[in-house]
C-alpha cells in the first residue's frame, strides 16, 4: 500500500516536471523535444504527457505534438522523426481576446490571407505573390512587414529560392481544415 | 543507308538546346510557376529517348540524366497535387484569391480566430534578466526626481492649432509613408542616372530633423530590396534597384548621424557646392 502510495507520488512529480518543461520557454522555440523529455521524465514520458493531458483538459488546454522539418514540407510528404512538443489552446478565442494579446485585428487577417493562399498553393508559394496579395488589403510596406514578422514568428518559413512555406508555429496553431472550408464557406460581403 | 542515317540524326545544338528546355520548364513548375501538369512527361521522355544515342560527350550524358532526375520530381508534384486536390484542404486558388479580397479584414480575423489555437508559453525569470533589472532599478533616480523635469510651471491657455501646425508636429500626415518611401525612391533613380550616388550627400538637408528622416527612410528603402549601398573609395554609395529585389544574405550596417557628423556634411555640401559653381 506504502509502495503504491510512493510510486503515485513519483508519477504526480514528474507530471509536474512535464508540465513545468512544457510552459516554461528555455531555448528559442516554446515547448520541448521528444529526447529532451525522455531524458528528463524517462522511458515512460509519453505516458506522463497523457495525464498531463488529461489535467490540462480542464483549463482547455492540450498537450500537441509537431513534426520538426528541416526547409520544406509540401503535402504528403513525411516529417523528420525529431518531435516537438508543445502546449495549446483546445478551443478558440474570440477577436477580443486575441487583441487583449497583443494581435491587431489587420495582423490576425494578414495571418489568414498569407497561411490560405500558402495552402491553396500546395504549402509553397513565391514570397512575391503572398506579398501582393496582402498588399491588395494592406497596402505594400505593410505587406512586407507583415511578411516579414510572419516569418520571425516562425508561421511562415522562407526557403534560399524566395519561396514561402508554412514552418512549424502554423503546423502547431492552426487548424488548416476549419481554416479553408471556413474560407471557403464565407459569403462574399 | 549511310546517307539516311545521317540525316535520322539529330543536330546536337538542336538536341541539347531540346534538353535544356525540359530542364527550364521543370524548374519554372518546381517553383510553383506553372501547373505541373501543363508538361507532358510523356513526350518529354520520348524527345530524352530520342536524343540519347546519339549522346557522345560526358557533358550531353549528365545533361541527360540532370533532365530525367527533374521530369522525376515533377512527376512527383504531379502526384502530390492529386493527393491535395482530393484532400479536404483543397480551394480553388483563383476562387480563393477572389474570397480574401472581398472578405473584410474582421471577417478574415475572425475566420483565422476559430481555427487558430495558440501556444500557451511563459516567459520566466532568468539569473541573467534578474541582473539586468537589479542594475537598472539601482541607477533609477527617485519618483520626485523624476517628476520634477515635467514641472514646467503655469500651464498656458488653450489655443487653437491650424492644419500646417498638425503636419510640423506630425500628428497629420500630407502624404502616407508608402507614397514618401515611392517618391524616395522616384528621387533616387533619377539622381543615380549618371551613377550611385553618394550616401551622405542624398540624405543631407539644410535641418537635422529633416536629415535624420531620410536616413531612417533610406534605411527602409534598402531593407525592403528597392535600393542596395556599396563601399566604394571609403565612401558610402547609393544605387536603386530597378525593380524590388530582396538580398538573399542581408547585412546590418549601422549608420550614426550625430548633430557633429551633420554639420559636417553640411559644410562639405556647401563646399562642394560653391566649388562646382566656380
Same mark, same amino acid.
Given at each position: ?58 483549463? $482547455? ?44 485585428? $489587420? ?67 492552426? $487548424? ?14 | ?278
Amino acid at each position: 500500500m506504502e509502495r503504491k502510495a510512493k510510486a503515485r507520488r513519483i508519477f504526480s512529480d514528474k507530471v509536474k516536471r512535464a508540465a513545468h518543461l512544457l510552459l516554461f520557454r528555455r531555448g528559442k522555440l516554446p515547448g520541448a523535444k521528444d529526447w529532451e523529455l525522455r531524458a528528463r521524465l524517462g522511458e515512460d514520458y509519453e505516458e506522463i504527457l497523457r495525464q498531463l493531458n488529461e489535467l490540462l483538459d480542464n483549463v $482547455d488546454l492540450e498537450v500537441k505534438t509537431i513534426g520538426s522539418t528541416a526547409g520544406v514540407a509540401s503535402f504528403g510528404e513525411t516529417l523528420t522523426p525529431e518531435s516537438r512538443y508543445v502546449t495549446t489552446l483546445k478551443g478558440t478565442i474570440s477577436l477580443r481576446e486575441a487583441r487583449m494579446c497583443g494581435w491587431r485585428i $489587420d495582423s490576425l487577417a494578414g495571418l489568414a490571407i498569407a497561411v490560405a493562399y500558402v495552402v491553396s498553393k500546395q504549402g509553397k508559394a513565391p514570397r512575391k505573390e503572398v506579398e501582393k496579395i496582402l498588399a491588395r488589403k494592406l497596402g505594400r510596406w505593410r505587406a512586407m512587414a507583415m511578411t516579414d514578422a510572419f516569418v520571425r514568428a516562425g508561421y511562415l518559413g522562407e526557403d534560399e529560392s524566395g519561396m514561402l512555406y508554412l514552418d512549424w508555429r502554423t503546423r502547431a496553431e492552426v $487548424d488548416l481544415r476549419t481554416l479553408m472550408s471556413a474560407l471557403a464557406e464565407a459569403r462574399f460581403e | 543507308m549511310a546517307k539516311k542515317q545521317e540525316k535520322a540524326k539529330p543536330h546536337t545544338a538542336i538536341a541539347r538546346r531540346d534538353v535544356i528546355d525540359i530542364v527550364k520548364t521543370c524548374e519554372a513548375i518546381e517553383d510553383r510557376k506553372f501547373n505541373p501538369f501543363l508538361l507532358d512527361v510523356k513526350y518529354a521522355l520520348n524527345t530524352l529517348r530520342k536524343y540519347l544515342p546519339h549522346w557522345k560527350e560526358l557533358e550531353d550524358h549528365c545533361l541527360d540524366a540532370h533532365a530525367l532526375n527533374r521530369l522525376s520530381r515533377v512527376l512527383r508534384l504531379q502526384g502530390s497535387q492529386l493527393r491535395f486536390q482530393s484532400s479536404s484542404l483543397y480551394t480553388d486558388p483563383a476562387f480563393l484569391e477572389e474570397k480574401l479580397t472581398a472578405l473584410s479584414l474582421k471577417r478574415l480575423a475572425e475566420i483565422l480566430a476559430e481555427s487558430w489555437h495558440p501556444i500557451a508559453e511563459l516567459e520566466q525569470i532568468t539569473e541573467p534578466s534578474m541582473k539586468e533589472a537589479i542594475a537598472y532599478w539601482n541607477v533609477l533616480a527617485p519618483v520626485e526626481e523624476r517628476w520634477r523635469r515635467f514641472e514646467m510651471g503655469s500651464s498656458a491657455p488653450p489655443g487653437s492649432l491650424e492644419t500646417e501646425d498638425l503636419d510640423k508636429i506630425g500628428v497629420r500626415a500630407k502624404e502616407t509613408f508608402e507614397e514618401t518611401l515611392s517618391e524616395l525612391w522616384r528621387q533616387l533613380k533619377e539622381e543615380s542616372s549618371t551613377g550611385a550616388v553618394n550616401y551622405q550627400d542624398f540624405i543631407c538637408r539644410e535641418n537635422f530633423l529633416e536629415t535624420v528622416e531620410r536616413a531612417v527612410q533610406v534605411s527602409f528603402l534598402v531593407t525592403y530590396g528597392y535600393a542596395r549601398m556599396v563601399r566604394s573609395n571609403g565612401s558610402m554609395q547609393l544605387m536603386p534597384n530597378e525593380e524590388r529585389k530582396l538580398e538573399r544574405h542581408p547585412v546590418s550596417l549601422p549608420v550614426s548621424i550625430t548633430h557633429e557628423v551633420w554639420s559636417k556634411w553640411k559644410e562639405k555640401r556647401k563646399l562642394d557646392a560653391s566649388s562646382a559653381t566656380k
